[in-house]
């Protein structure tokens, strides 16, 4: 078997196969794991790498969890809220460090899911853009827009 049919393979095991894209997320290394679909515009972040202050939510995505996994290769983690009970959450990095949250509340039907970003952050239509530009979407793809985005 030659090197890039070992490769291949490797791949193949770690995930099934679906929307392609090409390599180059960072590893576990440092901090950031790759996603089951790579891709080179954004990376997964582990929670020791998690940046405190995601908390400002920019939009509110038409995508459940489920979806969005099978959509980017985001994969999600289970938590729990004092006050409103269990969430999903996933935190991805683009760019030079710039980080989104990914939240939805188990207990809250009706909504998607939000996309948080650092309570510090002036430039929110930017930070949209990028985020879209990050995951290839449209705003049609948002149920909800922070109005300092728009």
Known sequence: MSKSENIQSQKTKRAPARA???????????????????????????????????VQILAVLRLKPVAIRSKFGIDFKKAQDDELGQFDWSVIEIGKGQQFGFRRFSAIQSQGTEVLIDERTSDLAKALREFQDALEISKSEFTWINQGAL
């Open 20 to 54: 392609s894209s090409a390599s180059g997320t960072r590893t576990a290394s440092s901090g950031l794991s790759q996603s089951s679909i790579d891709n080179p515009k954004f990376s997964l972040v582990s929670k020791p790498r998690v940046k405190h202050g995601l």
